[in-house]
């Protein structure tokens, strides 16, 4: 149950950090008009506005030198007052604020201008109500403001920016305004009055008046804006803003930042956790400090530094007592420039290790889109293609209550997320991104451990093939460098998105960085008897189209229609995982310890190409374009691909991969297509490896889909059609369990429902050794009697990940002295590992699939109690070792 004291994102103030000096001065009222003063008089200079601030867009404004200024001359730029907003009774409201431009030229034709935005985002959470920006459209609020000939208008944003009511006549130059709007409501509608002081050379004073505003249009967000139409545009400054009157709610829960949220991870009782923090100034303090409530008392466990760039600060805390549940606070003091300083903390809880628990739930996502289409576009409809902060989702994730949460990648879409990618910007344009997916998930990330890895959209790729960390060609953009191999971005800013994603994991199995300099996270975590392999599938992965050039290959896919992905794909230099991924899984699967009793791999992508498109189709760019079917439709004309995107993609890294995987009878969880499915590998045969869930995005603009034009083998025949065993696209075995794709919906909004949005559910049952695999589609309500997509559950036992086709059987091993022992079989011939598993209870017949010598190590590995029998071999009947502890 989350604190119900918490703020949005999972945090909890400070008694006084409601009252903050520096970001904003609060000014405490009783009755029923709560007004608000803001100044930045007392702030020093820094990119980030303030507590109870969110910007538009995060490099868009800065405050300095004592007040908040626009730096980027554009459209519609804005700061949204996050703590007030007009309720829907009736009453009075008054704005007032002072600004003035600089940049640009004094004078641009009036095309550029500043106010006060009021009924922004009515009806909608207000941190989408926050993203209001840039373009107009129903729901982007009333705009009263002075534009650069010193003309006072009052515009209505959701009809074009149409004028209500304007002073014609030009009254500019001018060096700054004073503006006060006043609504009065009359006759169930408001009458609007605003006033404007010009500094300019007459020091005019000029009014407006209009009546008969719909009661609705004063319903929603406040923010400041800049607006800039022309080039070279005017910029504008504020020094201060106040709201006040009857008709305002207060929020003072509804803050961002200083810190945004933290992630955590727990394992083998070490505490790691990542405190996100927004851009902090030169002159900011740079330490923060993790506290946890004991026995009533708040103590300090561990103090670390904020890191720029990205802004997060990393605790780790050995030996922690990991048997019950823990509040904790990160805190950290903002000072002003008279040295006053306030006091802010992010509050959370790590819980218990549920290794008593039986089953153990796991809730995984992808593609986090947050927006229907670009914001930074003339008009957008706010009123419904708003997506963030995804509150259905973070609800129903909830009701099932997971012990750990996994978000495999594409949590930053680049472009149109909600606004175009700015590669001019790519620092901030990266963090404004991030934070809005700590902002949506953060309730969920303070109290529910969490495993995040960046893909191809976080570092700013369409696709990206990491190549071993190398840098793409010099002068190469698009889909033209994404082929050549490695990243397009400086090593710096990549680390960066790598340190507010994955620094709260354990630490890497082999830390050595790769090329340039970036580093590496692959590691594991053991969390409830679980034992999670984090792997990196994209920073090693080789290009195929240096490799392939008779593919004639353009972002992942060959032009040249005589080449044969089955029989030419593959190539001996392709790396999927490279050696040393391999090498650590290796080492994982055969790790039984302190008490592991499951194994699951996560990662960015599954190991397949489980996708089709039309005959006449040569790449995936024509999946936004395809018509979505109804549920009962089922196109004819469609063929499995080879996108060498995809992970099928090189086979022979794939087969290496999947081979070190099955020793640990291990799972696999990713994400990125966009598809939910449950398949199985096949490498030697069909369904001799891994079953893998591919989650559903959580909304997504390329709604990939599953039509083979056949059944395939060996499937059920009332399952649907598109199930059984295939080949991908290279030639993969895949069995098809259950695929989701996307169809007709006559839920709103339309698009994103109709492209099988949702979530992943896998459960791990300790005394039965069942897997259960659900893909959940967003709408559904898992409290209210809501179900997964259709073809889910699938169950399926531990051992089938491997074992279930084995053709022979040692002698049956019956253990005295211990339950649940480890059982590791060996091959004598070469020495290597079969496999290793904890088994149920005490009697275990192991599976081998050829003739020869076995040696089994039985008990519990890292301690005495382990044992060693060798020269076992197939036996044909019952036969018997008894192993005594």
């Known amino acids: 149950m989350y604190n119900s004291n918490r703020l949005a994102g999972g945090r909890v103030p400070h008694p006084r950090s409601l009252l903050p000096l520096v970001a904003a001065a609060f000014v405490a009222c009783t009755g029923d008009a709560v007004p608000l ?38 459209p519609l730029r804005t700061v949204h007052l996050l703590t007030r907003s007009l309720g829907a009774h009736e009453g009075r409201v008054e704005l007032s604020a002072t600004f003035g431009p600089f940049g640009g030229t004094a004078v641009d034709s009036g095309q550029g201008s500043a106010g006060v935005l009021v009924g922004a985002g009515r009806g909608l959470d207000y941190r989408a109500a926050a993203l209001i920006h840039h373009a107009s459209g129903p729901s982007a609020g009333l705009y009263a403001g002075v534009d650069t000939e010193g003309r006072l208008f009052l515009r209505d944003l959701e009809r074009g920016a149409q004028t209500i009511i304007t002073t014609d006549t030009p009254r500019g130059p001018i060096d700054s305004v004073s503006i006060r709007l006043e609504a009065r409501p009359r006759e169930r509608a408001y009458d609007i009055s605003v006033e404007a002081a010009l500094w300019n050379t007459n020091r005019d004073t000029v009014r407006i008046t209009t009546s008969g505003i719909a009661a609705d249009r004063l319903l929603g967000g406040i923010a400041l804006v800049s607006d800039s139409r022309a080039e070279p545009g005017t910029r504008f400054w504020f020094s201060r803003a106040i709201v006040t009157g009857t008709k305002l709610e207060r929020h003072d829960d509804r803050t961002a930042g200083p810190i945004l949220g933290t992630q955590h991870t727990l394992s083998r009782r070490t505490l790691r956790l990542t405190a996100q923090f927004m851009p902090i100034g030169a002159d900011d303090a740079r330490s ?22 990205g802004y997060t600060a990393t605790f780790t805390v050995p030996d922690w007592d ?45 593609g986090n889109h947050n927006v229907a289409e670009g914001v930074d576009r003339t008009s957008f409809d706010w009123a419904t293609d708003v997506w963030f902060p995804h509150g259905d989702i973070v609800r129903h994730v909830g009701a099932h209550r997971p012990n750990l949460l996994f978000f495999s990648g594409d949590q930053v879409y680049e472009g149109a997320s909600p606004t175009r990618a700015d590669f001019a910007h790519p620092y901030e ?37 990491g190549a071993g960390g190398r840098a793409t060609p010099p002068g190469t953009s698009g889909a033209e460098a994404q082929d050549a191999g490695g990243y397009k971005l400086p090593a710096d800013w990549v680390n960066m998105v790598q340190r507010t994603q994955t620094s709260h994991l354990p630490d890497a199995f082999d830390p050595v960085p790769v090329e340039q300099g970036i580093g590496v996270y692959y590691t594991d975590v053991l969390y409830g008897g679980v034992s999670f392999a984090v792997i990196e599938d994209r920073k090693f992965k080789s290009a195929p189209k240096p490799l392939l050039p008779h593919a004639e290959v353009w972002n992942g896919w060959s032009l040249n229609p005589a080449f044969d992905p089955v029989a030419d794909a593959d190539h001996p230099d392709a790396v999927l995982l490279g050696e040393r991924q391999l090498d650590f899984l290796d080492t994982w699967a055969a790790d039984w310890r302190d008490g592991t009793w499951m194994k699951v791999v996560l990662s960015q992508t599954i190991f397949a190409n489980v996708a089709t ?20 439709e089922y196109p004819e004309d469609e063929r499995p691909v080879a996108d060498m995107d995809s992970n099928g993609w090189p086979p022979s890294g794939r087969n290496r991969a999947l081979q070190a995987m099955r020793r640990g009878f291990a799972v696999h969880i ?21 079953f893998a869930l591919c989650v559903p995005s959580v ?33 993969n075995r895949i069995t098809v369990h259950a695929v989701a794709n996307p169809s007709r919906s006559d839920r709103v909004p339309t698009r994103l429902h109709e492209r099988a949005p949702g979530y992943g559910i896998a459960r791990f049952e300790r005394t039965t050794r069942r897997i259960t695999f659900e893909a959940w589609p967003r709408w559904s309500d898992p409290s209210g009697g809501g179900t997964p997509y259709e073809g889910w559950p699938v169950t ?31 091959q004598e011939t070469d020495g290597g590992v079969l496999y290793t598993v904890r088994i149920r209870e005490n009697r275990f017949t192991p599976p081998v699939f050829t003739p020869g010598t076995y040696t089994v190590r039985i008990g519990e590995p890292g301690t005495e109690r382990w044992r060693v029998i060798r020269g076992l071999e197939p036996v044909a009947g019952p036969d018997t070792v008894v192993v005594a502890f």
């Open 796 to 826: 399926f036992d531990q051992l089938d990940n491997f074992t279930a086709h084995a053709a022979a059987r040692l002698p049956t091993l019956t253990v005295t002295g211990m339950t649940d022992p480890v059982v590791q079989v060996v």
């Open 613 to 632: 498109l039309p005959d006449t189709a040569l790449t995936g760019a024509v999946i936004p374009s395809l018509p979505i079917l109804q549920a009962t």
């Open 288 to 309: 923060t400090t993790l506290e946890i409530r004991r026995d009533g008392r708040w103590t300090a466990v561990a103090r670390a530094d904020v890191i720029a760039p």
């Open 429 to 465: 344009d990266y963090l404004y991104k991030w934070y809005l997916w700590l902002w949506a998930f953060g309730e969920l990330t303070a109290e529910i451990p969490t495993i995040t890895i960046p893909d191809d959209h976080d570092v700013f790729h369409g696709n990206v093939w």
């Open 37 to 74: 003063r803001i100044d930045w008089s007392s702030h020093p200079d820094r990119r980030w506005v303030g507590p109870g601030l969110w910007a538009n867009r995060l490099q868009d404004w800065r405050v300095a030198d004592g007040r908040l200024e626009a730096t980027a001359a554009m």
């Open 322 to 366: 990991d048997t019950r549940d823990t509040p904790f606070r990160v805190t950290y003091p903002l000072t002003a420039t008279d040295g006053e300083a306030e006091r802010y903390e992010s509050q959370g809880v790590v819980r218990r290790d549920p290794s008593a628990q039986d089953t153990i739930v796991v809730a995984a996502f992808t």
């Open 699 to 731: 909304a997504n603009f390329w709604p990939r889909r599953w039509y083979p034009p056949a059944r395939g083998a060996n499937s059920d025949p009332s399952a649907p059609r598109y199930t059984g065993r295939y080949r991908d696209g290279f030639g």
């Open 670 to 690: 990713a994400g990125d297509q966009h598809l939910a499915s449950t398949i199985q590998y096949g490498v030697d045969d069909w369904g001799d490896a891994s």
